[in-house]
């Protein structure tokens, strides 16, 4: 059996995360590999509640961490354990670096975030961590049309990529510029996945 793979995609809003997590998804079917994709928040009880909020309005920054964590609980004892242990290649669109941005930039502490999350949630092997300006962010999710929702705001925004790039000396991490087109990122994404360590 071969080894499960924990590959995960992070950034801002309107990096392209989950265009290049398909891509990817495909290659290793390609290679003979099962693949699961999976994206948080996901689409159980707790994901759902998340969506609502980026529409409606947040919730309160304690009970907006506590359901992060609550999905991930669930995508982790459900999903993403089982895959792993199975042999499977696990690619997510966002997971607790995801948690320690957005929620860091509402005032939490990122190394506490991650702490709780690294307590039951499993290390990747790989981070890909797909990098644009926060401008080039906004008007590739149509901030001008008015459709950014209440997670997409410029100063939140900002306070994420750099929360996200502070990742970047961590030894599974690599940070691709993805300002450029599909298939550039694309092939810098192979690159570093054959190249992880
Ligand atoms: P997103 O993947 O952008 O959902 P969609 O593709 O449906 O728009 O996720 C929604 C928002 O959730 C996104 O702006 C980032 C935020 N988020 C957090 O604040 N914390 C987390 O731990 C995760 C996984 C996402």
Redo the contacts with the bound molecule.
């Keep these: 059996m071969p080894q499960g793979l924990l590959i995960v995609f992070e950034g801002?809003?309107g990096t392209g995360?989950?265009t290049q997590a398909r891509r990817l998804g495909d290659w290793f079917a390609e290679q003979g590999r099962e693949v699961v994709l999976g994206?948080?928040?996901t689409n159980g009880p707790w994901g759902r509640r998340?969506?609502e909020s980026?529409e409606r309005g947040r919730l309160p920054p304690d009970e907006?961490?506590e359901c992060?964590?609550n999905?991930?609980r669930e995508h982790v004892s459900g999903t993403i354990a089982p895959a792993l242990a199975a042999g499977k290649v696990v690619i997510l669109?966002?997971?607790?670096?995801?948690?320690?941005?957005?929620?860091g930039?509402?005032g939490f502490d990122p190394g506490e975030i991650r702490r709780l999350n690294e307590a039951f949630a499993p290390v990747p092997d790989l981070l890909i961590l797909l990098d644009i300006d926060t401008d080039t962010a906004l008007s590739r999710i149509g901030v001008r049309d008015g459709s950014a929702?209440?997670?997409?705001q410029r100063p939140a925004l900002e306070s994420?990529r750099r929360i996200f790039l502070s990742l970047r000396d961590d030894p599974f991490v690599r940070v691709i510029d993805a300002s450029g087109p599909v298939e550039r990122v694309a092939r810098q994404v192979l690159d570093a996945v054959g190249h992880p360590g």
């Design positions: 801002i809003d995360k989950s994206r948080e928040p998340l969506r980026a907006e961490l992060f964590l999905d991930r669109d966002r997971y607790y670096f995801s948690s320690m941005a957005y929620q930039s509402r929702n209440e997670f997409e994420c």
